[in-house]
């Protein structure tokens, strides 16, 4: 499922492309569409030019041609924390394939965080050298968000992205029992790359003011890979959903529910909730508030009816599209499921509020 990284959640993108407002990310409208990466599985590995060792061996220069795992990190990085204690599990596992941690943060304050990680951050740290790591190895394989892991075998690299991706314990697995193909981590990687490169091109066009050829772009990569779908579909559905053409985006969230998307409820729920969050959206448009119904819906599915969470935001999108007695009769279901659980008071409160505003 959805992992969690220190990045511009794609939603945000989208929206601060379009001009709308977002939380957490900043973008310029105008922002020019980044290079292809130069850095891919299959590559030598670049250098490590570092400051310091803060613990565990010091990397040498002749162990570039190694067996190896490079990781970028910072101690301001949530999702780099909820890593750290996986990545050293992972050593433990794997004790022939050194693990390097990477952060360009300075000395005074990497010390004394890994310090008290202790145990749990039990491989080699190091400081980045005036970010020259970071450009050789992040900026040239067009990672943007941390925490980022490259796993290097025998010089070549041989996986790059998110530590707690399950692929990324497969290939260690796999170099350890010796039974890693580079050849065949390449042809993915590729499709990765493609699938990255067709993703910057829909968001360059977007912020560009270029909302339909966005669409074009993303559609074209779909006839060329319909795998595609699975990863991009749903940045396709957001610029639909959030340049207004209703009709396209009613008939995309169909598509979605019922085909790469019907088997992940979680994902789902996250869509619906987007739409009508009350922390963040006092009153849904119609649309939206349609929109949640449908994936709502589609997430209660299959959940086979059993997530409460699902069920309180199906009971919300249902309000907000006019059914009040179906919001009250799926509040209750919600909070019958939820039992003592942490949500049912506010869950308990929502009821509250339907039920009164159905005797209006």
């Known amino acids: 499922m959805n992992i969690l990284r220190f990045t511009i959640p794609l939603a945000a993108c989208v929206a601060l492309a379009l001009g709308i407002r977002a939380q957490d990310a900043e973008a310029k409208k105008d922002a020019p569409a980044k290079p292809k990466s130069s850095l891919a599985v299959g590559d030598s590995a670049p250098p490590l030019t570092l400051a310091k060792t803060v613990k565990g061996k010091e990397p040498k220069a002749e162990d570039r041609a190694k067996t190896y795992v490079v990781e970028f990190w910072a101690t301001w990085c949530p999702p780099c924390r909820t890593s750290i204690p996986h990545l050293t599990e992972l050593q433990k596992k794997h004790p022939k394939i050194p693990f390097i941690g990477v952060t360009d943060e300075e000395e005074k304050d990497v010390e004394p965080f890994v310090k008290d990680m202790g145990a749990k951050m039990d491989y080699t740290v190091v400081i980045d050298k005036d970010r020259a790591t970071n450009a050789a190895w992040m900026q040239a394989a067009g990672e943007e968000g941390i925490p980022a892991a490259f796993v290097v075998v025998e010089g070549k690299v041989a996986f790059i992205g998110h530590p707690m991706n399950p692929e990324f314990e497969q290939t260690l697995t796999q170099v350890s029992a010796g039974k890693f193909d580079l050849a065949a981590a390449v042809k993915k990687g590729a499709v990765k790359a493609r699938l990255k490169q067709a993703q910057v091109e829909a968001i360059s066009l977007i912020r560009s003011g270029k909302a339909d050829e966005a669409v074009k772009a993303l559609d074209k990569a779909f006839e060329i890979d319909p795998d595609a779908e699975k990863t991009l579909g749903a ?18 969230a169909g598509k979605m529910t019922t085909g790469f998307m019907k088997d992940e409820p979680e994902q789902l729920n996250r869509f619906a909730w987007n739409f009508i969050d009350p922390a ?3 009153n849904p448009t119609p649309f939206h508030a349609k929109v949640a119904v449908i994936l709502a819906e589609a997430a209660d599915k299959a959940a086979s009816g059993k997530d409460a969470n699902i ?44 039920r009164k505003a159905g005797n209006e």
């Open 280 to 282: 963040r959206v006092k």
């Open 235 to 252: 940045l396709k559905f957001q610029i639909l959903v959030f340049t207004k053409k209703e009709p396209e985006a009613l008939a995309y």
């Open 311 to 354: 069920l309180d935001t199906l009971a919300l999108a249902r309000f907000h599209s006019g059914d009040k007695a179906g919001a009250v009769k799926t509040q209750e279901q919600a909070i019958k499921l939820a039992g003592d659980g942490p949500k049912t008071a506010e869950m308990r409160k929502r009821l509250e509020e339907f």
